[in-house]
């Protein structure tokens, strides 16, 4: 399943905007306040909507007037629309999930929410999930695409008018569209990185098989691979050594009260250093690693700023892992403001955000004809957007 595009309508500093053909591993560049933290924000609001509802989802974000685009009209609402591409009965199919959010007497409301896609070559997009205010349908048998209209089961249903339909029943697999969508919102994962919460012993209970948002199960993931995925955590190790001098060994060391710590070898010396002793740049290259190197990747990975604390050199071959995680599951969205680490992608991985008269716009770098020009003659994304190639990008 892969995201090709976001449009958002009326969602805060986005008033007006569509991020297009994205691919797998899609870069954002932007000056402070253009917007990034705002765009990869949107998943977690359609999280919070699908867990709990609309008005849930909006408490912690200063509710509907806060999350509405300063100076919108709230009678035309909040839009959010996502295609995405995904395999049913047979076909690969562009889907859309449309997402329309109001408020009426001061509370708020699901105006409409939509699942459509084609059915066959022709004709248009047939709607498989349709709901407003709280009453709508579903179609049940989505995969008997060769039966006509009339006679694919409708079901309809009743939720609150303030929860989106896909969080009941995207539950169900025979809505195939509407549980794919719900699974992806789920499993999405945004990188909110401490080093402080990554250090130290942890509790040595259960088993830990992603990194958290905060990287504070770092030694619980580390023990997972160790000992259930040798191989992936010894190629884990070997980047480790190359990037990292010092570093010939990382082990998960189990105390005698139960707790799981990080051991790091350095060749020069006998004694290891537990990792609440060696570098900031140390521990978060190694989280980066086991975060990439997780056998069931996310199907989206929102990360902002890797480059933090980390050695520019080595920031080549990190995209090339967000690229390869990216390629093993679903979708990577990195926000950065580091030439080194755009100088290894490609034209059609960079985009880049400006503000316009207080509202974000989102820039493709494959539209700008300079720069694909640039780029086609051999040139490096970093370097030309040092030299000022992507217009409108910096702080006037
Ligand atoms: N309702 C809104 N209407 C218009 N702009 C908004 C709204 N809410 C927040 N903003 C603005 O959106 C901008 C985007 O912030 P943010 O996404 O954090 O930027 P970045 O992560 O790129 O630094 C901020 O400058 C903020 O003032
Ligand atoms: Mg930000």
């Known amino acids: 399943m892969r995201i090709e595009s976001i449009r958002l309508k009326n969602y805060k500093s986005f ?32 999280k919070d909507c699908l867990l709990h509802n609309v008005s849930r989802a909006l408490q912690p974000r200063g509710g509907f007037k806060e999350l509405l685009s300063r100076g919108a009209d709230p009678s035309e609402g909040i839009e959010i629309e996502i295609k995405f591409r995904m395999e ?38 047939f709607h498989f999930l349709d709901f407003r205010k709280g009453a709508g349908y579903a179609i049940s048998n989505e995969e008997d695409f060769n039966r006509p209209d009339e006679d694919l089961d409708r079901e309809e249903q009743k939720v609150s008018p303030d929860t989106l339909a896909i969080s009941g029943l995207g539950q169900f ?22 080093i402080n919460q990554a250090r130290g012993s942890k509790d040595a209970v259960g088993v830990d098989e992603h990194l958290s948002e ?15 995925h040798r191989d992936i955590f010894n190629d ?14 990382v082990t998960p060391k189990l105390t005698e009260d139960g707790r799981l710590l990080l051991q790091f070898q350095d060749g020069a010396f ?45 920031l080549g071959e990190l995209a090339e892992e967000f690229r390869e995680y990216a390629h093993r ?68």
Not at 28 to 41: E, P, W
Not at 91 to 102: A, D, K, N, Q, S
């Open 88 to 125: 049913i009965a047979g076909i690969e199919r562009l889907v859309t999930y449309g997402l329309h959010l109001g408020e009426e007497r001061g509370r708020p409301v699901v105006l409409h929410e939509v699942l459509r896609y084609k059915r066959g070559r022709y004709g248009s997009p």
């Open 173 to 194: 697999e025979r809505f195939k569209a509407a549980n794919a969508f719900r699974q992806l919102i789920e499993n999405w994962h945004v990188s909110d990185f401490h």
């Open 329 to 396: 599951g679903g979708q990577v969205l990195v926000s950065t403001h580091s030439p080194d680490f755009l100088n290894s992608l490609e034209l059609d991985e960079v985009f880049w955000l400006r503000k316009r008269d207080g509202y974000s716009e989102i820039m493709r770098a494959k539209d700008d004809p300079q720069v694909s020009a640039y780029m086609a003659a051999g040139d490096q994304m970093g370097y030309l957007w040092k030299q000022g190639f992507f217009t409108g990008v910096d702080p006037q």
């Open 214 to 228: 905060t990287g504070d199960n770092l030694q619980l993931v580390a023990r997972n691979l160790y000992e259930n």
């Open 270 to 314: 006998k004694d290891p250093f537990i990792d609440r002793y060696v570098s900031d740049g140390t521990i978060k290259m190694f989280a980066y690693l086991v975060l990439l190197h997780d056998p069931r990747p996310h199907p989206l990975l929102c990360v902002e700023e890797p480059e933090n604390q980390l050695y520019p050199k080595l």
């Open 15 to 46: 008033r007006n905007a569509t991020m297009a053909d994205m691919p797998d591993l899609c870069v954002i560049v932007g000056a402070n306040g253009t917007g990034k933290s705002t765009l990869f924000g949107v998943f977690g609001f359609l």
């Open 236 to 249: 884990l190790l070997e980047s480790m050594r190359r990037r990292v001098p010092g570093v010939s060994s």
